[in-house]
């Protein structure tokens, strides 16, 4: 059975020069909808068009043109938000967030500020077995994209592409609720791998459909657990955000650097600015980007040109009832019906396409074994080469054959691998090329035990020196399992070797 009870993990301890000090952070995740059409305009959200194509008039802020709700991705909000169990506010409204900056043709974003789509929710965190962390979700918002500045073109001048003006985003807030570098890390990658079984984001940090800000404040310890109880921020240290992060090795680097920074100041005798500061990776630190606007500062005030929005029960519902089989169900069935260790559960529910796989392959099939292909021999073969789970030359069915054709002692061990080196690099049905090629394992006892009494026979001194040590019986298996080209079935052989040897 999966235990489903957890220990929290213990937070990140730093030793300053004077005391220790510990981190609370919280992220904002920006996830970029899946969708084909923007928030509020028809233009494609197609990555890597060619500069400025994929805008509509609304996206570029032509004179009199409104913007209209894309419902899917209001549908794609509600899916995320029952995703992680929070709250769907049936009633929620759009805002403008006021701005100047090249890349956002309106001066304004569309935003939630006051009556966001989701409520709160949570999502559970693993790091380790029976250790885990409930990070609580404060909302989740509905916002439009920024455009992109482009500074390395030209050494006079800047571009701005418009491409991604308008494209809908989540914006999911947590609480701070999160310890350390790792946790944060683990937080964003639990997330995105929750997002992704729901199909509302790709996921892709690369493109930037997944990015965070995170924001990193210190403490000494014992504070944060007065913060819990009572709700006061003042317990907490001054918090810094670090804008735009989309590399999981990056956040933690940036985490650890700004923690330490902060802890540096504070011991110094200093006060912690709060700001918005970027990471450097090539330097490997923060450095400031500005002084931290607060709400006020964009002069939020509701969007005229928008009317509210009003879900109705039965679309809730709707979608409710569509939800996938998310990833902490996914591994706790495979755990409890297919018999597999957590671990190995953990490992192929990680990606959506890896669990399909899977399932695929164990259908109707041993799971345990049928796990033990697809991790240790496909997932090996595809590392090597550099490839993804979706680009991999043998297909469930294939290797689904292959685990069928162990399972049935068609085939051995030895053999299987074999057959799944020619599958891998020529194609083809398993179960022909085993028949087309004289694969077949020998379970014919009698052929098997001509053999046994052959090798016996002519290695009397290694009889000997077996009935004085049976641990050297093995060497006659390999000699038998030679003779037979490495198609006898070995337990057969064991089993006749033992017995002729009267061990």
């Not at 059409?37 to 500069?51: C, N």
């Not at 671990?343 to 899977?358: H, I, K, N, P, R």
């Amino acid at each position: 059975m999966l235990d489903l009870t957890f220990e929290p993990p213990k937070p990140k301890v730093i030793a300053g020069a004077k005391y220790d000090w510990e981190l609370v952070i919280g992220l904002e995740v920006h996830a970029q909808v899946s969708s084909n059409a923007k928030l509020f305009s028809g233009a494609s959200t197609k990555f890597g068009a060619e500069p400025n194509s994929n805008v509509a008039f609304v996206d570029a802020a032509m004179p009199g043109m409104l913007p209209v709700i894309n419902e899917f991705c209001v549908a794609q909000a509600v899916r995320t938000g029952l995703g992680i169990n929070a709250e769907i506010n049936k009633w929620s409204a759009f805002d403008r967030k006021n701005y100047f900056y090249p890349d956002l043709p309106q001066g304004y974003q569309i935003s939630q500020l006051y009556h966001p789509i989701v409520g709160e929710g949570e999502i559970i965190v693993d790091m380790g077995p029976g250790v885990s962390r409930k990070v609580r979700i404060e909302r989740i918002h509905l916002e439009q994209d920024a455009g992109k500045s482009i500074h390395d073109m030209d050494p006079n001048m800047s571009f701005v592409d418009l491409n991604r003006t308008g494209v809908a985003l989540m914006e999911i807030v947590s609480r701070p609720d999160i310890r350390g570098p790792e946790e944060a890390a683990a937080y964003v990658g639990k997330l995105r791998q929750i997002l992704r079984y729901l199909g509302t984001c790709d996921g892709n940090m690369q493109n930037g459909n997944l990015r965070c800000d995170v924001n990193v404040s210190i403490c000494r310890q014992g504070a944060y657990e007065k913060f819990i109880e009572t709700g006061d921020f003042g317990h907490l240290g001054t918090r810094c955000e670090i804008k735009n992060m989309n590399s999981m090795r990056f956040i933690q680097q940036a985490i650890e650097y700004e923690a330490r920074r902060q802890i540096q100041i504070v011991e110094g005798g200093g006060t912690v600015d709060q700001e918005t500061r970027l990471y450097d990776p090539d330097k490997g630190e923060t450095r400031s980007m500005r002084s931290k606007e607060e709400a006020h500062d964009y002069r939020y005030f509701p969007c005229p040109d928008l009317l509210p929005l009003e879900i109705e029960d039965s679309f809730i519902e709707d979608i409710r009832a569509s939800l996938p089989e998310l990833p902490d169900q996914k591994k706790a069935r495979f755990v409890t019906e297919l018999g597999l260790s957590e671990y190995d559960a953990s490992v192929l529910t990680a990606e959506v396409e890896a669990a399909d796989y899977f399932e695929a392959v164990a259908a109707g099939r041993d799971g345990k074994l049928s796990a033990n292909w697809v991790i240790n021999e496909l997932f090996g073969r595809l590392k090597k080469d550099d490839k993804d789970i979706t680009d991999s030359p043998v297909s469930p069915e294939q290797l689904g054959k292959i685990v069928g054709l162990i399972s049935s002692d068609a085939i051995s061990g030895k053999i299987a691998k074999d057959l799944f080196e020619i599958v891998y690099t020529e194609g083809g049905d398993p179960e022909a090329i085993v028949e087309e090629r004289g694969m077949k394992q020998v379970t014919d006892t009698g052929a098997i035990e001509a053999a046994v009494i052959e090798v016996i026979e002519a290695n009397p001194a290694q009889v000997e020196k077996a009935k004085a040590n049976p641990k050297l019986a093995g060497w006659f298996v390999g000699q038998v399992m030679k003779a037979t080209g490495g198609k006898a079935n070995p337990k057969a052989v064991n089993d006749l070797v033992m017995a002729k040897l009267g061990l």
